[in-house]
């Protein structure tokens, strides 16, 4: 069916920078908006950014000002650049989307399987 896997987390110092990406694959007719969410240990999941059909973004408190969030309707695939990192940005990053498949033409809630993102010295 449809599916999202991110790619782009890591290990990087205080300061420093990573890019997430999320493609979504399989039989999609349809996605509406999309996003990033992060979880770190013994926390809840939180919004980091969010990103419309139409380009319209959304953005945490915590992280405006350093990241940005991009879609390239293409490649069905969005995007996260994470500039400077701050240790308290170590969590786990889900990407998440609203979709309809071609099976099923209401649009759903989509998730990822998570990349971990650890900012340390």
């Known amino acids: 069916q449809v599916q999202l896997v991110e790619s782009g987390g890591g290990l990087v110092q205080p300061g420093g920078s990573l890019r997430l990406s999320c493609a979504a694959s399989?039989?999609?007719?349809?996605?509406?908006?999309m996003g990033w969410y992060r979880q770190a240990p013994g926390k809840g999941r939180e919004l980091v950014a969010s990103?419309?059909?139409?380009?319209?973004?959304n953005y945490a408190d915590s992280v405006k000002g350093r990241f940005t969030v991009s879609r390239d309707n293409a490649k069905n695939t969005v995007h996260l650049q994470m500039n400077s990192l701050k240790p308290e940005d170590t969590a786990v990053y889900y990407c998440n989307a609203r979709m309809s498949t071609n099976y099923r033409p209401a649009y759903s809630t989509y998730w990822g399987q998570g990349t971990q993102v650890t900012v340390s010295s």
């Open positions: 399989g039989s999609i007719f349809g996605i509406d908006t």
């Open positions: 990103i419309t059909s139409s380009s319209s973004t």
